[in-house]
């Protein structure tokens, strides 16, 4: 898998400055969280479960709103300077953290996250559109592979980083490395020359970018090539948001001294290097076991979705930190199955003057199903106050999430397939 690197040396600089800004995105993530729970009190009855609900929630509908934008821009623009644009701006919005140090100032912290985020969606349709320019035909998938499990690994890193460092250079401390992986990042993408790519034959309108119909020329497309579930994949798959809410809540479960942010912040990072140690496994392993082909593409999709739900529903019945630990790592690795299968299917299916529409249409379906499930999850902790019951409906829901995909996928995916082995 590592031979696309020493092949494709454009997408080197790319996969470089991806892993460099993601490494900051964790140790802000985790960083951000152990300041809501010092701020706002982790151990107030009645109010975790929304402080982290709202993270979440906050931290995925700028996707929503700015989805259509980014991947207009990103069909039509210098994807190249879209991401060196966001970086920069977001090393300056980072250290506004700084800023943030009494319970009154929690809503500029979400403030903050939501610009973060925001520009953040412009980085990443621009790097996923770009993605097939700088790689050999052939090398795609294992390009898109590498990407997830760099992704799995620097957030297995970067969140162990980030609890340690909370501990030795304080919170803000790990807000200015954050802001320095994105002036790195920016540094690394300015030396990446990419090819002049397929513009979109269609002018730019703002109207259309706001009414989302320049982003439902993508999905028509899509519709055209027989994909759309398999883009859909990942809005099915937002359930699942709901556990990421409960992690900060599982790790507080292991805090002997409330209130203890510096504890709360290596715990969270434990429990989300689990979770990036399963997504990095994922890939591979499914690759391994299934291979590459539409028709495995859509069996690992739903044996992912069986997976995570499985694993989590499980957890409450393992005592100790190293029994929830395993359980979020076999979860993961069925997450991770979803995300890079659907991925690779629409990827070889659709027009590379679409492909940053389509991303934009994908990612905004599923951080506002992610983000809605999320915050539910955590109105439902506070109301029931058992994660256990929570995890159990969270699990129910992705059970049912997965029924509805494959019944409701199941005529395109078939035409899909004829399409695909006739030609």
């Not at 770009?130 to 294992?142: M, S």
């Not at 829901?397 to 035409?415: K, N, T």
Request: aromatic share 10%.
């Amino acid at each position: 898998m590592l031979g696309v690197l020493r092949r494709n040396p454009r997408y080197r600089l790319l996969w470089a400055a991806q892993a460099i800004s993601m490494t900051g995105d964790w140790l802000n993530r985790v960083a951000i969280l152990a300041l809501l729970s010092s701020l706002g009190g982790v151990e107030e009855a009645g109010r975790v479960g929304l402080l982290f609900g709202v993270e979440l929630f906050v931290r995925m509908m700028p996707t929503v709103f700015l989805g259509g934008l980014a991947g207009a821009v990103a069909d039509r623009l210098s994807r190249r300077a879209l991401m060196i644009g966001s970086d920069l701006i977001r090393a300056g919005g980072v250290l506004g953290y700084l800023l943030v140090d009494e319970p009154s100032e929690i809503p500029l912290l979400y403030l903050l996250l939501i610009l973060q985020m925001g520009l953040g969606i412009f980085f990443q349709a621009a790097r996923s559109a770009a993605i097939p320019a700088t790689v050999d035909p052939a090398d795609l998938g294992r390009a898109y592979e590498l990407a997830a499990v760099t992704w799995s690994v620097i957030l297995c890193v970067g969140a162990l980083l980030g609890g340690l460092l909370a501990e030795v250079i304080g919170i803000n401390g790990v807000f200015l490395c954050d802001a320095a992986t994105y002036l790195v990042s920016a540094s690394l993408l300015a030396r990446l020359h990419l090819p002049a790519h397929e513009k979109a034959a269609e002018p730019f309108r703002w109207k259309e970018v706001l009414l989302f119909q320049d982003l439902a020329r993508g999905v028509r497309h899509a519709r055209e090539r027989g994909v759309v579930w398999a883009i859909l994949a990942k809005t099915f798959w937002g359930p699942a948001g709901g556990y990421l809410v409960l992690l900060p809540i599982l790790a507080s479960r292991h805090v002997e001294v409330e209130g203890d942010a510096a504890a709360l912040a290596w715990y969270t990072s434990l429990y989300y290097a689990a979770r990036g140690i399963g997504t990095g496994l994922g890939p591979v392993l499914v690759r391994r076991i299934w291979g590459t082909s539409d028709r495995t593409y859509r069996t690992q999709i739903a044996g992912g979705f069986g997976v995570a739900a499985v694993a989590y529903a499980i957890l409450p019945s393992l005592p100790g930190l190293a029994g929830s630990l395993a359980c979020v790592v076999v979860a993961h690795m069925g997450g991770s199955a979803i995300w890079v299968g659907s991925t690779t299917l629409w990827q070889t299916h659709v027009r590379e003057s679409y492909r940053g529409r389509i991303f934009s249409a994908e990612f905004a379906g599923m951080t506002a199903s992610f983000a809605l499930a999320g915050l539910l999850a955590g109105l439902a902790y506070d109301r029931i106050g058992e994660w256990q019951l929570v995890i159990y409906a969270i699990s129910a829901s992705v059970l049912l999430a997965a029924l509805c995909w494959m019944f409701g996928g199941r005529h395109e995916f078939r035409a899909t397939l004829r399409s695909s082995e006739s030609e």
